[in-house]
C-alpha cells in the first residue's frame, strides 16, 4: 500500500465506491439507511473531505465486511487524518496540488508532457521562482514557501525506489526566456544534469515536429499497488482536473505515445539543449 496520507485517502475512498457498487446501492440509499445524506457517502467516495474511523466503521457493518477489512479501513481512515511534509509550508501550496504532491510521491512512474516550461521536478530555484513571482498573486513569504516545496520533490528522482519519470518537453519550452538569459543557462544546465539520472528520460518535441495530438501539459501517474488505478493530472491557474478510469488513462498514454514517438531521442535531445543553450550563453 502507497504510503503517504494523500495516498491512502484515496485507496480509502476506492475501496468504500467499490464496496457500495458490490451492494448495488445507490449513495442516496446507503445515506438514508444510516441517517446520512447522500452527498455525505459521496463525498466519502470521492476522497473530497475528511473521513472519520467511526463512520468507515458504520459502513463497514452496514456492508458487512470481514472484521479484517473493517480494521484495515479504519487504520488508513486514521492514517489519512495526519499532515504530509509539504502541508507544513501552508499557503505556499494550495491544497487542490497538495494533493498532487501526495500521489505524485508514491508513483512507480511518471509521464509528463509540457508545452510551455520545463519540468518542475528539473526547476532551478529562480527559474521557479520567476514563475511563482509572475503567475500567482502571493505574499514574498508564500513564494519562497512554495519554490522551497518545489525543491524538495526533486529529491524524489534520486532516491533509492523513486519513480521512474519520462518528460516530453516542446522546444518552446527551451526558447521560451524565463526571467533572463543568464537564468536560462542556469536552467538547461540543470536540465541536463537531471537527464543524467538513471530514473529519467527527456525528450524535446522539435518545432518541425508536426500536428500534435494535444494540446495543453498534462502528467499520467502509474502506481506499483495494482489497487490503485493509473490516473491523468491537469491542472490551470486556481485548480487541477484528476482523470481516472480506463478511458482517461487509455487515451492520454496513446496521446503520449504519439508525442513520444514525434519527439527527438533522447541524445538528439540532449544535442538540441545544449546548441540552445550555447545560443543563451552569447
Given at each position: 500500500m502507497?504510503?503517504?496520507?494523500?495516498?491512502?485517502?484515496?485507496?480509502?475512498?476506492?475501496?468504500?465506491?467499490?464496496?457500495?457498487?458490490?451492494?448495488?446501492?445507490?449513495?442516496?440509499q446507503v445515506g438514508a439507511a444510516l441517517d446520512?445524506?447522500?452527498?455525505?457517502?459521496?463525498?466519502?467516495?470521492?476522497?473530497?473531505?475528511r473521513v472519520q474511523p467511526s463512520d468507515v466503521d458504520a459502513l463497514c457493518?452496514?456492508?458487512?465486511?470481514?472484521?479484517?477489512?473493517?480494521?484495515?479501513?479504519?487504520?488508513l481512515a486514521r492514517q489519512a487524518k495526519t499532515r504530509d511534509w509539504w502541508q507544513a509550508h501552508g499557503a505556499g501550496v494550495p491544497e487542490w496540488f497538495s494533493i498532487y504532491i501526495g500521489l505524485e510521491r508514491d508513483a512507480s512512474n511518471l509521464r509528463q508532457y509540457q508545452c510551455e516550461l520545463l519540468p518542475g521536478l528539473m526547476q532551478t530555484p529562480a527559474y521557479a521562482g520567476e514563475l511563482h513571482w509572475t503567475g500567482a498573486h502571493m505574499s514574498t513569504q508564500a513564494m519562497e514557501r512554495a519554490v522551497r516545496v518545489r525543491m524538495e520533490r526533486q529529491a524524489m528522482l534520486r532516491e533509492p525506489g523513486g519513480p521512474d519519470a519520462w518528460f516530453i518537453v516542446n522546444e518552446g519550452a527551451l526558447r521560451n526566456v524565463i526571467g533572463n538569459r543568464a537564468l536560462m543557462r542556469e536552467q538547461l544546465e540543470r536540465v541536463l544534469?537531471?537527464?543524467?539520472?538513471?530514473?529519467?528520460?527527456?525528450?524535446?518535441?522539435?518545432?518541425?515536429?508536426g500536428t500534435h495530438p494535444v494540446t495543453g501539459a498534462f502528467t499520467l501517474l502509474g502506481f506499483p499497488d495494482q489497487e490503485d488505478p493509473d490516473l491523468v493530472y491537469r491542472d490551470g491557474i486556481t485548480d487541477?482536473?484528476?482523470?481516472?478510469?480506463e478511458h482517461h488513462v487509455r487515451?492520454?498514454?496513446?496521446?503520449?505515445?504519439?508525442?513520444?514517438?514525434?519527439?527527438?531521442?533522447?541524445?538528439?535531445?540532449?544535442?538540441?539543449?545544449?546548441?540552445?543553450?550555447?545560443?543563451?550563453a552569447r
Open positions: 502507497a504510503g503517504s496520507p494523500t495516498a491512502r485517502r484515496r485507496r480509502l475512498s476506492i475501496e468504500l465506491k467499490k464496496l457500495r457498487e458490490q451492494s448495488s446501492l445507490t449513495c442516496a446520512w445524506s447522500g452527498s455525505k457517502v459521496n463525498r466519502m467516495e470521492t476522497g473530497s473531505g457493518r452496514f456492508y458487512t465486511t470481514s472484521d479484517e477489512l473493517r480494521e484495515f479501513l479504519m487504520t544534469e537531471t537527464c543524467e539520472l538513471a530514473s529519467v528520460t527527456l525528450q524535446v518535441l522539435p518545432f518541425d515536429s487541477a482536473v484528476y482523470l481516472e478510469g487515451e492520454y498514454t496513446r496521446a503520449f505515445d504519439g508525442l513520444r514517438a514525434a519527439a527527438l531521442s533522447p541524445p538528439r535531445s540532449a544535442e538540441l539543449i545544449r546548441t540552445v543553450l550555447k545560443e543563451y
